[in-house]
């Protein structure tokens, strides 16, 4: 009932921009902490950028300065603003979202995590 879907990955040549964008659609009541997160072949997922619902944000080190992380509560919708890219930050790219709502149409109303496809980010050297 609640959907997560990412947008705006790429291909993108090294010191490009990209910028993905999340919506959140469905059975929700509010949504508390957003964030985006990254894995690369090989590895495991990891923390890119996180929001809470009043705005405070956090970053990987590795992206600090480089990517701006921005919500609109009233659209439940994320972005990730992707400046100098890196041939290291290729990764898929997934958001994730800590909310109320209902996982079912007639399920109780309570607080998850949900994430979503994810969107393919390459940065070519």
């Known amino acids: 009932q609640v959907q997560l879907v990412e947008s705006g990955g790429g291909l993108v040549q090294a010191g490009g921009s990209l910028r993905l964008s999340c919506a959140a659609s469905?059975?929700?009541?509010?949504?508390?902490?957003m964030g985006w997160y990254r894995q690369a072949p090989g590895k495991q997922r990891e923390l890119v950028a996180s929001?809470?619902?009043?705005?405070?944000?956090n970053y990987a080190d590795s992206v600090r300065g480089r990517f701006t992380i921005s919500r609109d509560n009233a659209k439940n919708t994320m972005d990730l603003q992707m400046n100098s890219l890196k041939p290291e930050d290729t990764a898929v790219y997934y958001c994730?979202?800590?909310?109320?709502?209902?996982?079912?149409?007639?399920?109780?109303?309570?607080?998850?995590?949900?994430w979503g496809q994810g969107t393919q980010v390459t940065v070519s050297s």
């Open positions: 994730k979202a800590r909310l109320w709502g209902r996982e079912r149409a007639a399920g109780p109303l309570r607080l998850f995590e949900t």
């Open positions: 929001i809470t619902s009043d705005g405070s944000t």
């Open positions: 469905g059975s929700i009541f509010s949504i508390n902490a």
